[in-house]
């Protein structure tokens, strides 16, 4: 990975770039050595930005080890053969057989019978383009997105509460100089490393209060300085919020004169709430009355004092309270929170939600959730359409509606009304969609599955079309992070050619190699007879998507491509390039907005919206049964295609591990270290028994990066909230028990009985 003495006279060249996986972005220098005759080798080192302020994580620095990674990169496209098995293929004959089958498939059931599947790694510049090949090329409403798994419920809740969503709506660095953070169901000493240099303000002062049902790595933080770790069962979260805030409103610990001036609906969202006294909560939520009332007050007395000029106070959730079928309602109970403590739009702090992926935040708003188009314009607006079909050289009539959201869409596919085809671009939905099995079986129904990749993921490895792309630092482009800032992707080297000679998947074929999907796009909306425009050059669509976001709630218009390539830190919205009007704290001007909602909330009359929350049943677990609830390692990113690819993280997490409490595990004589076997009506998966004191004894925890009989979506189900359409990964009823001991005919009892609302 590092280069040696003998390279230094070796031609080098290094870009500052943003690293390849999460929503930190954070900033890097990427160097190669080119050796003639041989291997280039990378160098990777944390640059010196307000995210990351230098650091990285184990992945970030690791990242580089994929762009040498040759034996099993894909570099050719695969056609599925007669025999069953994958071949290489030119791309003359991969894009043709594409084109062919979607018109043959159109041509037989209709638009609608081809869907696309996008991500929220995908560039903006991606992002916009698939949306707009979906709704123009293909004419399909059903396309949608990973991010749906990710931040649907947050963004829907900042929609409703707002009028807006962006992630946060103020700078990471804001968070240093907080006294008081409450951090619900977020993991980031382990999901973003550098993103704790940000707490340390809060955990100096003990105000860091985590909440979440494991004693995870962020919840340890809480341990110095009398910080609080809260615990309650999963999905827990929105009775113990609604709670905490009868007590703010109970005790008079609100900001009566910010709701008075800022926001609407108290009155109703009081109601809701006064039946909440933490005695009653108490028993739902597995949180001690007293502790609740302890947050309310130790929440309530830092924000009057942040109010009166004391440092300020911030209310941030991740997907452990928002991946639930009712995540909008937690998300939004959070906000609700934050509001009535007068934080939001105002330097007393704020709410603000952790966006996951890479592009998490641009892959929401570029134009690929079913509902939406570019500019986070509404797909069944009449001027939004009309301003898109201007935009794509079409009459607004031809694009389509909304279509299906993520589970809908590919627990459908295959079957009665559901897709009959699907093109998949950055996700590996075999191993991350909830209910892994049935989406797999759905997958071999399809009659065209084409994925886009650079390695064979477990979802591509069930291709009819293997397309093989370009990853992170062989493409430039733009991606928007956690704080809504826009940055530039920099290319620094050339893709591996399928050359005879070099090893790889398809070595050999003519007319090979990966392309960049925006290539890809283009020839085959002309393959399909398409007679928009579809530009290969990353910055040309970005001028598009300039004039494609003009006047919209996420306004890219006032950007500029050359002034993100020198380095300005960029905000949207930017309705119109406004240099130097704030200073960021590495000096440079920013453009854009930074700070949102300082003197209005984005919905019309410019108040913020609290209303009355009223939380749904959810059964207690039978007896016998746990509550498997999933997350993540550290080493290892989503459903693991590239890191299960790098070896060092590979060799700290080789396989998926299951965590169980020890007076849990000695009850169902689980020894640590053996294999056991978790199971429900879905499935069954297999783990590696980690005792963990840390986590509540009715919870158990597993990853979900691994493949095989370790996937944990084996057992999740495609339960969904109906206002985001967000599965429930983190609250699934289950049974544990040794491997290797029988289990219990495959019971219906759990939860098969709910259906998806
Ligand atoms: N190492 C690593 N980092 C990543 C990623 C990765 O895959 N690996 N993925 C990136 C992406 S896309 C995302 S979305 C983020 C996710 O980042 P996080 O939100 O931090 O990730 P999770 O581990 O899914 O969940 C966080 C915590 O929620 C807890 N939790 C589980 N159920 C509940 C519950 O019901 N209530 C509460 N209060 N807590 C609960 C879990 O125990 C876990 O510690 O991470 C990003 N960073
Ligand atoms: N049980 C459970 N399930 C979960 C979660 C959970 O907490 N628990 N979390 C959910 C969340 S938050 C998320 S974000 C999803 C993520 O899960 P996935 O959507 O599966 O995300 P990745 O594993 O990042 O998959 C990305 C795939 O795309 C490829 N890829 C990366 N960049 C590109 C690109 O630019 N173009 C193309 N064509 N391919 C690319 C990678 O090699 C990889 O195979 O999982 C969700 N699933
Ligand atoms: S925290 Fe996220 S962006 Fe930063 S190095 Fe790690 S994976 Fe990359
Ligand atoms: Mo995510």
Known sequence: MTTTADTRTMPRRTVQTHCPYCALQCAMNLTVTERPGEPDTFAVEGASFPTNKGRLCRKGSTAAELLTRRHDRLTSPLLRGED??????????????????????????????????????????????????????????????????????????????????????????????????????????????????????????????????????????????????????????????????????????????????RVSGLDSFRRSVTQWWPERAQSLTGVGADQIRLIARRLGHAA?????????????????????????????????????????????????????????????????????????????????????????????????????????????????????????????????????ARVVENLRALELLVVADFFLSETAAEADVVLPVLQWAEEDGTMTSLEG?????????????????????????????????????????????????????PAEVFAEIRQATEGAAADYSGLDWQLLDDGHAAYWPVPSALLGGESSLTGEPIIGTSRMFLERFAHADGRARLIAITPGRTPAPAPGELTLTTGRHMEHYQSGTQTRRVTALLEAHPEATIAVHPAT?????????????????QGEMTARVVWDAGIRTDTIFAPFHYAGQGTANLLTRALTDPQSGMPEFKNTPVTIRPAGVAGAARSETTSSKETTP
């Not at 640590?672 to 009506?681: F, M, R, S, T, W």
């Open 84 to 261: 069953g098995e994958l071949h290489p293929a030119s791309w003359e004959e991969a894009l043709g057989r594409v084109a062919t089958e979607i018109r043959r498939i159109q041509g037989e059931r209709g638009a609608d019978a081809v869907g696309v599947f996008g991500s929220g790694g995908l560039t903006n510049e991606k992002t916009y383009a698939l949306g707009k090949f979906a709704r123009v090329a293909l004419g399909t409403a059903q396309i949608d997105y990973n991010g749906r798994f990710c931040m649907s419920s947050a963004s829907k809740a900042s929609t409703l509460a707002f009028g807006l969503d962006r992630g946060l709506p103020f700078p990471l660095t804001d968070l240093d100089s907080a006294c008081t953070v409450l951090l619900l169901g977020s993991n980031v000493a382990d999901t973003m490393p550098p993103f704790v240099q940000h707490l340390e303000g809060a955990r100096a002062t003990g105000g860091l209060i985590v909440v979440d049902p494991r004693r995870s790595n962020t919840a340890e933080l809480t341990a110095e300085g009398g910080g609080l770790h809260i615990a309650p069962a999963p999905g827990g979260d929105l009775v113990l919020l609604l709670s905490v805030a009868q007590v703010v409103l109970e005790e008079g610990l609100a900001d009566a004169d910010y709701l008075q001036q």
């Open 665 to 681: 595990a000695l009850e169902h004589g689980l020894e640590e270290g053996a294999d056991a076997v978790i199971a429900n009506a």
């Open 485 to 537: 800032r826009v940055l530039r992707r920099r290319k620094l080297v050339e893709p591996p050619s399928s050359a005879p000679g070099s090893e790889g998947p398809g070595t050999g074929a003519p007319d090979s190699g990966p392309r960049s999907e925006l290539w890809i796009w283009h020839e085959l909306a002309r393959r399909l007879g398409c007679s928009s425009t579809f530009p290969v050059e």
């Open 304 to 436: 009057r004092a942040a109010r009166n000029g004391g440092d300020p106070v911030y209310i941030l959730t991740g997907r452990g309270v928002e991946q639930h079928k009712d995540g909008t309602d937690t998300a939004r109970a959070a906000i609700s929170l934050a509001l009535l403590l007068g934080l939001p739009g105002t330097r007393a702090g704020g709410y603000g939600t952790l966006t996951g992926q890479g592009n998490g935040q641009g892959g929401r708003e570029m134009g690929q959730k079913t509902d939406q188009l570019p500019g986070i314009r509404s797909i069944t607006d009449p001027s939004d359409r009309a301003h898109m079909a201007r935009i794509w050289g079409v009459e607004p009539e031809a694009l389509p509606g909304p279509g299906r959201p993520a589970a809908q869409l590919l627990h459908t596919m295959g079957h009665d009304d559901g897709v009959r085809a699907l093109l998949v671009h950055g996700s590996n939905v075999a191993i991350s969609a909830p209910d892994a």
